[in-house]
């Protein structure tokens, strides 16, 4: 099969949306398909044979790491047999386009709850582009023959909010045998890293992902957060952080390349998350892979992977008194980093790319 992903977010960038085109890409390329991309401008060129497609882009200003793509009337894709958008802007639109003029079927995934994201753009988002952003994608996915979620509490979700054509469950899959197990001791030592108990947050550091609640845990704990990544609301962390007194506990390690990712989740004792929006939530898997077990929000996706006390332990959102709680008590036995572990198998590419495989041949 010739599949087109259309998309509004590729490499340089790094975040859900570019992983799930990473992992499952090359993943279809290796089964025997061509897999093209099309995407806001990028010096990509071309990404383990999957050919990109770049447009001229211009930086959305309220979210500066978002870049629009501006398709011309004049632009064509080459023969395709499946549509696959990723995102419902200016790209999910141009794969509509292509869809239409090639008489093929157009799928798309939903990653994101945009409703979540809506503050950026105004403070009234709450208030006014909820239930605006909602409609908005009502209009743009009701008008697929068929959609993905990444997890049944997202496709419960897209039924609550007006969405009815049929939806799959099919995960984003992640490569374990890049991540896997390692010996803590060793991890500790090559990044440096010292303390009797270290937890981790990994990932961009955006107003949603609501990491100022895991801050403010760890006001009354005896153990060091280590935050990894950047974003947004990275500054406003740091200056919490100096509000609180807490720069011995709590490290910034700014952005960390991927090589390192499986040398941090194994240096520590969990994975914090404090997420309300996670669809899937792939470092949760990524962590568990390397078996390192999670303490996450009990919300949408993060309740369907982490089993509480078996692979980690949930907190009820927002609430700071348990999530500290959590943490002063946690004690990661043997057992729960080979449930995590085990938890892992189950999203690995190459399950997850067959069942998107098959997704496309019943179209």
Request: aromatic content about 10%; glycine content about 6%.
């Amino acid at each position: 099969m010739r599949i087109g992903f259309f998309t509004d977010t590729f490499l340089p960038q790094q975040n859900g949306v570019v992983t799930s085109l990473l992992n499952s890409g090359p993943e279809l390329v290796r089964r025997g398909h061509e897999v093209f991309v099309f995407c806001p401008k990028s010096n990509v060129k071309e990404f383990k044979e999957m050919v990109i497609y770049s447009y001229p882009a211009v930086t959305f200003r309220p979210y500066p790491e978002f870049r629009i793509a501006v398709p011309r009337g004049r632009d064509r894709a080459p023969k395709l047999d499946i549509v696959h958008t990723h995102s419902p802007f200016t790209m999910g639109f141009f794969g509509w386009r292509v869809a239409k003029l090639q008489k093929i079927p157009r799928v798309s995934t939903f990653h994101t709850l945009l409703s979540e994201y809506v503050s950026y753009v105004s403070k009234l988002g709450k208030i006014i582009l909820k239930p605006i952003t909602w409609e908005f994608c009502k209009s743009f996915y009701n008008r697929h023959r068929k959609l993905i979620a990444p997890s049944k509490m997202l496709k419960k979700t897209l039924r609550d909010h007006g969405i009815r054509k049929p939806v799959e469950v099919i995960p984003t899959g992640i490569n374990t045998d890049f991540f896997r197990p390692s010996d803590k001791t060793k991890a500790r030592k090559k990044l440096g890293m010292d303390g009797e108990k270290i937890f981790l947050c990994l990932g961009r550091l955006g107003h949603e992902k609501n990491i100022d609640v895991i801050i403010r845990a760890f006001e009354n704990v005896n153990a060091k957060l280590v935050i990894a990544g950047r974003g947004p609301a990275e500054r406003k962390l740091k200056k919490l952080t100096v509000g609180l007194g807490l720069q011995n506990k709590v490290i910034f390690k700014g952005f960390i390349s991927e090589k390192l990712k499986p040398i941090y989740y194994s240096a520590v004792d969990a994975l914090l998350i404090a997420s309300e929006a996670e669809t899937q939530g792939l470092v949760v898997v990524e962590a568990m892979a390397c078996g390192t077990p999670v303490i996450g929000a009990d919300s949408l996706a993060l309740s369907e992977i982490i089993c509480d006390g078996k692979n980690g332990h949930l907190f009820e959102p927002g609430n700071v008194e348990e999530l500290t709680e959590k943490i002063e008590t946690f004690e990661p036995s043997e057992r729960m980093k080979k449930i995590a572990t085990r938890t892992s198998k189950n999203y690995s590419i190459e399950k997850c790319t067959v069942k998107l495989e098959e997704f496309y041949r019943r179209l």
